[in-house]
C-alpha cells in the first residue's frame, strides 16, 4: 500500500475517533443539562419517575400522551436507559439474542450445578480438580521397591546433612533426580540451585582477593608517599639554606608545609603569625615531586573506595542467594513437593551456616510435615473405605489426598486395583449427573439403585428428590398447558409446554398431549384456513354444512365469530325461502315461489341450491319472470318510464308480487319527482 | 226403418179442404200496400243520410283520424323505435299511480287489444279536471319520449 494512502487512512480513522468523541462529548453534555434542570431549588434530587410526571405539566403545560394518569406507573420514556432494563428484567429475551443467550448459559451451568449438589460431586465439581485426578485414577501406581529405595536416598541426605557433609549430600540429589516416576528431577533442580549458590560464593571469594591486592596497593601507596614526603622535605631545606646565604636579607622565610610536603591550597591556609600565606618558591622539580605524592594518595583512596564496593557487592550476592533459595522453597512447597521443600531447608541451613530457618522457611517446613501426614492417614483411610465398599468417602479421601499432595509416594504407591474402584464410581456419577442435567430420568433410576449396591455409602436421596420434582414440575407445567389450550390461550400454553419439556423432555405424558394439542390445532388451524377460503368465495352453504367443525375452530375469534353466524343466517333464510317456495308451487304459485327465491337468493347469489330451485321456477313462471327481468333491465338503463311499464306488466301477471309492486313505487316517485324538477 | 215408410206412403194421399176455392178480398187494398212500402223507403233513406252525415262530420272532426293506433306490443319489445312519434289510443284506466302539482298524473291504462297495462304521464293541463276512474276509456294522443315513458298530449274521455 502506498505511504500516501496510508496516511490518507490514517487521517480518517483519527477524524472518525475525533467525531466519535466529539458526539459522546455532547451527549454527556445535554444528559448533564437535562440532569440539572431537574435539579429542584432547593438542590435536593428528585425520583426519575417525579420528575418524569412533572416535566409535561411544568414545560409547556400540554399534557404528553405519554404522562400517567391517576398515579399509574409512568412510561417509560423510550430511547432512556430504563427502556433496556425494562426489556432485560420485564421482557423474555427474543430467541437468539445474546440476552437469550447468557439465560441459556446460566441455566445450563445451574442445571450443571443442581446435579453436582444432587450428587454430592463436592470438589469433584470443579473440572481443573477432577481432570488430573481423573488421569491420576487410570495411572498404573509406582512400584514398592522403588518407593523404598526412594526414601532410603532421602534419608541418607538427610543424614549426610546432619553429619555436616554438605557436598555429599549434594551429591546425593543427583541420585534421587534418577527416580523419574517419584522425583520428576525436582532433586535435581534442587542441586542446581545449590550449585548456583556455591557459584555466588566463589564469586564473593573473587572480590575478597580482590580487596586484598586492593589493601597492598593502598600500604605501597602510603609507602611511595611517605618516601616523596621525605625527598620534598630535604629538597625544601637544601633550597631554604641556599636561599639564606644568597639572599640574607630576604625576608621571606620559607613555610614548611604541615603535610610534609604536600602543597595547601585551601583558601583558608594561613601563616602563624595569621596572615595570608604567601606563594611557596619552588622549582619545577619540587613541584613534579608534589604531583606524584598528591597523586599517590589518591589512588590510596580510591582503592579505598573499591574494597568498600566490593563488601557491598558480597554482601548483597549473599543476601540475593539467601532470597532466591527461599523463594525456590516457597515454589516447592506450593507445587506439594513436601518432601523436597524439607530437604532444601536443611541445605538452606547448611549452605548459608545458619543455625535456623527464617519463619517463612519453618512455617513451609511444618506445613509440609504437617500435609505429608495427612496425605498418608487420607491414603489409609481410602484403604479402609474400600475394604468396607463404602467407595463415595475413599474417593473423597483419595481426592483430598491427591490435592493436597499428588506425588506424595503413598498417593504414587496406591495400587491400580483400588483407584479403579474409585474410577468406576465417578464414571457412574458422570453419567447420572449427564442424565439429571439431559433430564433423561428413564435409566437414571436404575443407574442409582446399582451405584447404591457397589458404594454402600453413595446416598440418592437428593438425586431422587430432584428427579421427582422435575418430574413434578414437568406435570404441572403440562396441566397449565391443558388448561391454557382449552381456553384458548395458545401463547401461553407453547409456553406451557415448552417449559413442561425444558423441565422434563422424555415425559411421556408431554409427548402424547403435545402430539394431541398439536393435531388439534393443525384441524383447527386448516379449519380456519377453510373457512377464511369460504367467507370470501361467499359460499355459505358449505360454511352451514361444516358449521360444527368450524365453530370451535374459531371460538374466541369474534370477527370470524360474527361471520359465521351472518353465514348462519343466510342459509337460515334461504332454507326458510326454500321451504316456502316449495310450499307456494305445490298451490300453484309459481309465481310467488320465483319471487321468494329471487329474494332469498339476493343475500345468497351462488349458492347452487337457490339458484336451481331459481331456474326451475323461471321456467313455469316465464312471463312473470320476463317482466321483472326487463323492468331491472330497464330500470339500469335509467329508462324509467319503460322499467315502470314492465313493473306493471309484472304486476298483472302477479298483482301479489313485492317486487314489482315495489318497483311501481319506487318508480313512481323517481318520475313524479323528476319531470317535476 | 220399415215402420216410417209406412206412414210417409199413408200422408201421400192427404189433401187440405181449402185447396181448390177461391179469393173474396178486392184489389184496392194492394195498393195502399205498395205506398207504405214507398214511404217506408224514403224513411230509412232519410235516416241512412243524416246518419252518414252525422259520421261523416264527426270523422271530419277528430284531430287524431290521421295518427296510428298505439302498438303496445311494438312499444314493450322496445320502446325505442317508437320514441318521439305520436300514437291515438282508447286506453281503459287501470290504475292511478300519482300525482303532483304541476308535473301531471301517472297512470296505468290497457289498451283494448292488449291487456298488458302501460304506464302513461297525463301532464297536468291535460289532465286537468278529469277525474279517472277504473273501467273508464278515453282517447289519447300519446308520445313515447326520453325513458320509454309515454306522455299523453290530448286526453278525452271516450
Not at chain 1, 442409582?448 to 453413595?458: L, S
Amino acid at each position: 500500500m502506498p505511504v500516501r494512502a496510508r496516511k490518507i487512512e490514517w487521517c480518517i480513522l483519527v477524524a472518525v475517533l475525533a467525531a466519535f468523541w466529539v458526539s459522546v462529548g455532547l451527549a454527556q453534555d445535554q444528559a448533564n443539562a437535562a440532569a440539572d434542570d431537574q435539579l429542584p431549588a432547593d438542590g435536593t434530587l428528585k425520583p426519575a419517575v417525579e420528575v418524569a410526571q412533572q416535566t409535561p405539566a411544568q414545560g409547556t403545560g400540554q399534557v404528553s400522551p405519554q404522562a400517567p394518569a391517576n398515579g399509574q406507573a409512568p412510561t417509560i420514556p423510550a430511547g432512556t436507559a430504563g427502556t433496556s432494563l425494562d426489556y432485560l428484567y420485564n421482557k423474555k429475551p427474543a430467541e437468539g439474542s445474546a440476552a437469550a443467550q447468557m439465560a441459556d448459559a446460566n441455566a445450563v451451568v445451574a442445571s450443571r450445578a443442581q446435579a453436582a449438589d444432587a450428587l454430592n460431586f463436592g470438589k469433584l465439581a470443579d473440572p481443573q480438580a477432577r481432570h488430573p485426578f481423573d488421569k491420576y485414577l487410570s495411572t498404573s501406581e509406582v512400584p514398592v521397591t522403588t518407593l523404598t529405595a526412594y526414601n532410603a536416598e532421602m534419608k541418607q541426605v538427610s543424614a549426610l546433612l546432619t553429619a555436616d557433609r554438605t557436598f555429599a549430600a549434594w551429591k546425593e540429589l543427583f541420585t534421587l533426580a534418577q527416580y523419574e516416576s517419584i522425583d520428576a528431577g525436582v532433586s535435581r533442580e534442587l542441586a542446581n540451585r545449590i550449585e548456583s549458590i556455591w557459584n555466588i560464593g566463589r564469586a564473593s571469594d573473587d572480590l575478597g582477593r580482590s580487596n586484598e591486592q586492593l589493601k597492598e596497593d593502598i600500604n605501597v601507596s602510603d609507602r611511595n608517599a611517605d618516601l616523596m614526603s621525605e625527598n620534598i622535605r630535604e629538597q625544601d631545606i637544601i633550597l631554604q639554606r641556599q636561599a639564606n646565604a644568597g639572599n640574607r636579607q630576604g625576608t621571606a622565610t620559607a613555610r614548611v608545609t604541615p603535610a610534609a610536603g604536600i602543597p595547601d591550597t585551601s583558601p583558608g591556609a594561613t601563616t602563624a603569625g595569621g596572615r595570608p600565606a604567601a606563594p611557596t618558591n619552588v622549582s619545577v622539580a619540587g613541584l613534579e615531586g608534589r604531583l606524584q605524592l598528591t597523586q599517590e594518595y589518591l589512588d590510596s583512596l580510591e582503592d579505598r573506595a573499591r574494597i568498600k564496593l566490593n563488601d557491598l557487592k558480597a554482601e548483597k550476592l549473599f543476601e540475593d542467594a539467601k532470597r532466591d533459595f527461599a523463594s525456590y522453597i516457597q515454589t516447592l512447597s506450593s507445587t506439594g513437593r513436601y518432601q523436597q521443600v524439607v530437604l532444601a531447608a536443611d541445605f538452606y541451613r547448611k549452605i548459608f551456616n545458619e543455625d535456623d530457618y527464617p519463619v517463612e522457611i519453618a512455617n513451609q517446613v511444618n506445613t509440609s510435615l504437617e500435609t505429608a501426614r495427612s496425605v498418608r492417614n487420607a491414603v489409609d483411610v481410602f484403604r479402609y473405605d474400600v475394604s468396607r465398599n463404602q467407595i463415595a468417602d475413599a474417593t473423597t479421601r483419595l481426592q483430598e489426598a491427591f490435592s493436597a499432595s499428588p506425588l506424595d509416594p503413598a498417593v504414587l504407591g496406591l495400587e491400580r486395583s483400588l483407584k479403579g474402584k474409585s474410577a468406576d464410581f465417578l464414571a457412574r456419577l458422570d453419567k447420572m449427573q449427564n442424565l439429571i442435567e439431559a433430564r433423561d430420568f428413564g435409566p437414571l433410576e436404575s443407574i442409582i439403585q446399582d451405584t447404591e449396591q457397589t458404594a454402600v455409602d453413595f446416598d440418592g436421596t437428593k438425586a431422587f428428590a430432584l428427579m421427582n420434582a422435575v418430574k413434578l414440575e414437568s406435570k404441572l407445567h403440562l396441566g397449565k398447558a391443558k388448561l391454557a389450550a382449552q381456553s384458548g390461550n395458545l401463547q401461553m400454553a407453547m409456553d406451557e409446554f415448552e417449559s413442561a419439556a425444558k423441565a422434563w423432555p422424555d415425559n411421556p405424558a408431554l409427548q402424547d398431549s403435545s402430539t394431541a394439542f398439536f393435531d388439534t390445532e393443525d384441524t383447527r388451524n386448516q379449519s380456519v384456513t377453510e373457512f377464511d377460503r369460504l367467507i370470501g368465495e361467499k359460499n355459505y352453504r358449505a360454511i352451514f354444512d361444516r358449521q360444527l367443525a368450524f365453530a370451535p375452530a374459531i371460538h374466541g375469534d369474534s370477527k370470524r365469530e360474527g361471520q359465521l353466524a351472518d353465514a348462519l343466517e343466510k342459509i337460515k333464510n334461504a332454507e326458510v325461502a326454500t321451504e316456502k317456495a316449495n310450499v307456494m308451487r305445490n298451490a300453484g304459485d309459481v309465481c310467488g315461489a320465483w319471487e321468494t327465491v329471487e329474494i332469498a337468493a339476493k343475500d345468497l347469489p351462488d349458492d347452487n341450491k337457490l339458484n336451481d330451485l331459481r331456474a326451475e321456477l323461471a321456467g313455469k313462471a316465464a312471463q312473470f319472470v320476463e317482466a321483472v327481468n326487463n323492468a331491472r333491465d330497464a330500470e339500469t338503463r335509467a329508462d324509467f318510464g319503460f322499467s315502470l311499464t314492465w313493473y306493471a306488466v309484472a304486476q298483472h301477471y302477479y298483482p301479489a308480487s313485492t317486487i314489482a309492486n315495489d318497483g311501481i313505487t319506487r318508480l313512481s316517485r323517481s318520475i313524479l319527482s323528476a319531470t317535476g324538477g | 226403418m220399415k215402420r216410417t215408410g209406412e206412414v210417409e206412403s199413408r200422408f201421400e194421399h192427404v189433401a187440405s179442404p181449402f185447396a181448390q176455392a177461391e179469393a173474396t178480398v178486392p184489389s184496392g187494398h194492394s195498393v195502399r200496400s205498395r205506398m207504405g212500402w214507398i214511404i217506408a223507403a224514403i224513411l230509412v233513406l232519410v235516416i241512412a243520410g243524416v246518419a252518414g252525415a252525422w259520421f261523416t262530420m264527426r270523422y271530419l272532426n277528430d284531430p287524431l283520424r290521421t295518427l296510428d293506433p298505439f302498438p303496445v306490443a311494438k312499444y314493450l319489445d322496445s320502446y325505442k323505435g317508437l320514441a318521439g312519434s305520436r300514437f291515438k289510443g282508447t286506453f281503459s284506466v287501470e290504475a292511478d299511480l300519482g300525482w303532483k302539482d304541476g308535473t301531471g298524473r301517472l297512470m296505468l291504462f290497457t289498451a283494448p287489444d292488449d291487456d298488458r297495462p302501460v304506464a302513461v304521464m297525463i301532464p297536468a293541463g291535460v289532465a286537468n279536471g278529469t277525474f279517472f276512474e277504473k273501467g273508464q276509456t278515453y282517447l289519447m294522443a300519446l308520445e313515447v319520449k326520453e325513458g320509454g315513458l309515454i306522455y299523453a298530449s290530448t286526453c278525452k274521455k271516450n
